[in-house]
């Protein structure tokens, strides 16, 4: 029996039919609908059959697709080679081995619940042919029949394979019993999928797309740029193994339930074949200008395909880009056009109308299909997608929509580019709203699939193989265009941080000029809609040339295209906006404050304007998740920042009196989590306990068995929650980081956390070194581990149930969800007295393990500022200041300079604006400066004093003033050898190299080397009539060369940091 699962768990021991074990409630479920469809369409799709045989041949290691293997599949779980199944009404027959009677018995009851049908199973010798049991089964059908002469359906396509099946094909030919083939049937009850077996595909296309994102085209990317020399078998093998080995791509999913569909495809040279059944010959990939690349890879997920193909151009003729963004538009059309109720020919007329309008000269060279059904099967042809299928399209299918131009001349007389073919290939869900493009990750945009030499190399013809060869002053090398056209990731930084210091500038501007220093949470009551203004006319809204979502930070406003325009809504009217992403396909949902709502009341100019119109909510999709991600980030960042600022008042900095806890009925689910240890703990002197946390209707309760050990945790008063599960600490925890501050025990706390110990943190001493080996050893390793996953899977169970139950309506203001650290951009430092492993989270700075805890909400920080960083320095420091000038500034100190580069990239990305300076800077009167002086701040440019590279300016005017400084006692130098001076210390010539080298040594020599040598300098020449006024004037002379800075030293020299008044 094959071993290809199909969402079914297979015990880690035991022998036989055992090791197997098939989901009864699956079963049973899909039995039923099954039978169903065939007594629905009996007459019209299943031939009128009154059985239903269905035979699966023996295994076989070439990769064949048959509708028998997929019902084993669907229907039980695993295929089951070499096995005969007969389906009546009353009966459901297994001829078979004795081993696979064993599992298939435990079906019987199911059966005969879900369809009233008994299962009889006959065990096949192993030296029998089995003619004796068919003549049983062929009995059975005659009697379970009503009519005379019996119709028996069968898949007439699939040539019966193996001694079992011939046998049955001859009992069946002589049995004068009619016969009608069931294909039809088949394919039209396996097209439509449930929601198991969506979840399949989908996450064989996960697979698939992270295959060629992350593997293909890194590989083809470094080959083309070191210029290597691989075949296209290499290619395909090396993408096999990627595909069997799902880590090699960053994928989570588990090897052993996946596969390969077929064996990867490339193509180059100008030999292509874009038929399914194409394979990658033995031919170096060329990449040579004008090239093509074509490449498909298929993956599966339980035995559900997926499929994906796109077109590499390398620096692609006109004739070239022109036929790939006509297939780019056609391939787009076809997927838009599989809309529930359509006609399966939409898909592909729509692409033909694309190509029609766009490049009629192109339609011959058009592929005659737009693609197949996918599933269980590669290709389901009952649903191709060609110009003649009439076939209706229906919610929950799945297709791989695969079309391309075959055989496209080039205007180029080289053999491998002269002709060429383009393919995309996507896997696509049919719902009913939308196409679901699974693999739309792997963008298909030209921006992304082209690719050029370097430019300077555009103009050169190409070389020959042994001018390549030859050593050249400039050797030639292709590169990408990705690497001449974007910018530098610290270039991008810099460019971000320039436009952030200037929003920061104008916020901070602001928030002083409003007499405030504080921060809020943002919770606080939105203004009334007669203050929200976001443009006093039309004209002051901002031209777009392109219709997308828009954020406008000056003005606190988002414009949204609408109907052909865009629209301004003040940030203050969005109550939320969200995002979901399906791979590369997002959809952004904005809900808007509507007054007169439960959590929305009428405000004194909603109430003057009742027949006024408001918008509820509005959803856009968009193809770009990167963008779409990008707005959602900004609107939230700018909503939150307006709502900090605008409910100042309401921020709760003491303790006030919590509501009373609605304790959960009998109804709710039960939310718990037991054997839970708590921080801070209670106190006292006797012996701490364990407790248990509950979930009730408005807030959390935690309790002991000691009746004064409770605390009472209410979802309005959480500001943060965090789940931490164990992955290199000891324990999991639940962390809540709250608004006000309660009382445990007799502590007073604004965070309290509950966490469960994953292993024993104490080894006893005594116990000796043992080896690595020893067998004791690795059971206990084995048992720690299990432990450590049950908890953490304890803790993520109850996470999910309290997240579901947050997101019902009357929570949907509070804004609350667990949030998770994320464990790659964590970096060491010391936030107290001991060191730590830092991590953030999407909207903390958190360290949850050691105590105290540290947690930093980053709408509440004004800047970062990144201190003692300079060449040579093994750690750095970090000091957070907060918006709050009132409140202390926070420092982590001792910061590896490894993590500086990481730790700057995440601020970038979370839009916190960071400064960088060589020393420690004392924060309390630069806070109180600006508190005093705001005016004065924001007039000197606001933060801008702790630019480092403004400074630099600064410092280097300082030091040339430093060069006019000369002691007292010494002889003024002329202007004309001032200037002569400077010419000779901006220009370098070939003639200073000898001075320079000879000066090399008098550079940063001391006041007390340079006296005794010019002491005895003066000894050495004898000079006893010279006086001492002259001596002391050689010697000032000499200190002052030496220690005049020469210009050409500044770019190495650290700076000197401006004073701030």
């Known amino acids: 029996m094959a071993d290809r699962s199909n969402g079914y768990t297979k015990p880690a021991s035991g022998g036989g039919s055992g090791a197997y074990k ?25 031939g009128s059959s009154d059985a239903i045989v269905v035979g699966t041949p023996p295994t076989s290691e070439d990769f064949q697709y048959l509708k028998s293997s997929a019902l084993n599949i669907w229907l039980v779980g695993y295929e089951f080679p070499d096995t005969i199944m007969v389906f009546m009404n009353k009966q459901i027959h297994f001829l078979c081995s004795q081993k696979k009677a064993n599992l298939l018995k435990t079906l019987k009851n199911s059966a005969k619940e879900a369809v009233g049908a008994d299962v009889v199973i006959h065990v096949k010798a192993k030296n029998d042919d089995g003619s004796a049991l068919m003549e049983e089964i062929l009995q059975a059908v005659r009697a379970q029949t009503v009519s005379d002469s019996p119709v028996i359906g069968y898949i007439a396509k699939e040539v019966p394979e193996g001694k079992l099946l011939e046998t049955w094909s001859e009992k069946l030919a002589g049995s004068a019993l009619q016969t009608s083939d069931v294909t039809n049937g088949f394919s039209d009850f396996f097209a439509v999928k449930d929601a198991t077996e969506l979840t399949c595909v989908k996450k064989a296309a996960y697979l698939t797309s992270c295959v060629m994102i992350n593997f293909v085209v890194p590989k083809l ?96 003729t006109a004739t070239q880009s022109k036929a790939y963004e006509v297939l780019l538009k056609a391939h787009d059309s076809a997927i838009a056009a599989l809309k529930p109720g359509s006609k399966v020919c939409a898909a592909y007329q729509a692409a033909v109308a694309v190509v029609e309008k766009e490049a009629p000269e192109l339609l011959p060279n058009l592929m005659k299909s737009a693609g197949t059904g996918i599933g269980l099967e590669f290709r389901e042809p009952a649903w191709n997608l060609n110009a003649k299928n009439d076939r209706t399209i229906k919610a929950g299918m799945v297709f791989n929509v695969s079309l391309g131009f075959q055989n496209l001349q080039a205007e180029t007389n080289n053999e491998k580019t002269e002709k060429f073919s383009l393919l995309l290939a996507d896997t696509v869900i049919v719902s009913e709203r939308h196409p679901d493009v699974l693999t739309a990750a792997c963008s298909k945009a030209v921006k992304d699939v082209a690719y050029s030499f370097n430019e300077d190399e555009e103009e050169e013809q190409p070389r020959t193989k042994s001018e ?48 405030g220093s504080g921060s809020a949470d943002g919770r606080g009551p939105a203004r009334t809609s007669n203050e929200l203004v976001a443009y006093k006319n039309t004209n002051d809204i901002p031209f777009s040339r392109e219709l997308i979502i828009q954020v406008d930070q000056k003005n606190e406003a988002i414009l949204l295209p609408i109907y052909g325009i865009m629209v301004p809504f003040h940030v203050s009217t969005v109550k939320s906006v969200t995002s979901h992403q399906d791979n590369r396909t997002c959809t952004i949902r904005i809900i808007f404050n509507v007054p007169g709502t439960p959590f929305s009341p009428h405000d004194a100019n909603s109430l003057k304007f009742q027949g006024a119109i408001y918008l509820k909510e509005i959803t856009f999709r968009s193809k770009d998740p990167r963008h779409s991600s990008e707005v959602v980030q ?31 009925n009998n109804r709710m689910k039960s939310m718990r989590v037991t054997d839970l240890w708590i921080r801070p703990s209670f106190g006292g002197r006797g012996r701490k306990l364990t407790g248990t946390l509950e979930a009730h209707v408005n807030g959390f309760r935690y309790s002991t068995s000691r009746p004064d050990e409770r605390v009472d945790i209410m979802y309005g008063n959480v500001k943060h929650a965090f789940f931490q599960p164990a992955e290199r600490e000891m324990i999991t925890l639940l962390h809540f980081h709250l608004h006000n501050h309660i009382m445990v ?41 299990d432990r450590k996953n049950r908890i953490n899977t304890e803790f993520q169970n109850f996470v999910n149930k309290v997240n579901d139950h947050w997101s019902q309506p009357q929570f949907k203001g509070m804004d609350l969800e667990f949030d998770m650290p994320l464990r790659e951009l964590g970096f060491y430092g010391v936030p107290h007295k001991a060191s730590a492993f830092i991590v953030p989270t999407s909207s903390c700075l958190v360290e949850l393990v050691e105590t105290p805890f540290l947690v930093v909400t980053l709408s509440e920080i004004e800047i970062v500022n990144l201190e003692r960083v300079g060449l040579g320095q093994k750690n750095f420091d970090m000091t957070i200041v907060f918006k709050d000038f009132k409140r202390d500034v926070l420092r982590i100190d001792s910061i590896p300079s490894a993590s500086l580069d990481g730790i700057k990239e995440w601020l970038d990305t979370t839009d916190l604006k960071y400064y960088e300076s060589r020393l420690n800077l004392n924060w309390r009167p630069i806070l109180k400066t600006i508190t005093d002086d705001p005016e004065k701040f924001i007039e000197d440019g606001g933060w ?63 006041w007390e080397e340079l006296e005794r040598e010019a002491s005895n300098a003066d000894k050495e020449k004898g000079d006893e009539s010279d006086s001492e006024e002259e001596r002391r004037r050689r010697k000032a002379k000499a200190f002052a060369k030496s220690h005049i800075p020469d210009r050409r030293d500044f770019k190495g020299a650290p700076p000197k940091r401006p004073k701030f008044r």
């Open 634 to 664: 900004q609107i939230k960042t700018l909503r939150r920042q307006v709502a900090l600022r605008e409910s100042e008042r309401a921020e709760r900095a003491t303790l006030v009196t919590q509501e009373k806890l609605q304790l959960s």
């Open 468 to 515: 390549a060869n030859a050593s050249e002053a400039f050797p030639s090398k292709a590169t990408l265009r990705s690497d001449n056209q974007e910018m530098s990731k610290e270039e991008l930084r810099r460019q971000h941080q320039a436009e952030l210091a200037r929003q920061k500038n104008e916020e901070t501007a602001r928030r002083l000029a409003g007499g």
């Open 221 to 316: 990317e470094k080959i083309i740029d070191e210029e290597k020399r691989v075949s296209h078998s290499a290619l395909m093998e090396d993408t096999e193994k990627a595909i069997l080995d799902p880590v090699k791509v960053k994928s989570k999913l588990k090897a052993e339930n996946v596969d390969i569909c077929y064996p990867p495809i490339f193509q180059s040279g100008g030999k292509f074949d874009l038929r399914p059944s194409a394979s990658s010959n033995g031919d170096d990939l060329y990449y040579d200008s004008k090239s093509v690349i074509v490449c498909a890879v298929g993956s599966r997920y339980n035995s559900y395909c997926s499929n994906i193909a796109r077109t590499f151009l390398i620096d692609a």
């Open 22 to 46: 098939i989901n009864l409630e699956n079963f049973s479920k899909r039995l039923k609908a099954f039978y169903n469809h065939w007594r629905e369409h009996k007459s019209d799709l299943w």
């Open 944 to 1006: 801008e004093f702790l630019n480092m590279e403004a400074s630099d300016s600064d410092t280097e005017n300082s030091e040339e003033s430093d060069q006019g400084y000369e002691p007292s006692d010494v002889e003024p130098v002329s202007e004309s050898e001032e200037e002569a001076s400077d010419s000779e210390s901006l220009v370098e010539s070939d003639e200073e190299d000898d001075s320079e080298e000879d000066s090399e040594d008098e550079k940063g020599k001391t």
């Open 745 to 785: 025990g007799n502590k007073k706390t604004k965070d309290v956390q509950f966490y469960v110990e994953v292993m024993d943190v104490v080894q006893t001493l005594g116990g000796g070194r043992r080896s690595a080996l020893d067998p004791d050893e690795i059971e206990e390793e084995q048992r720690e581990r």
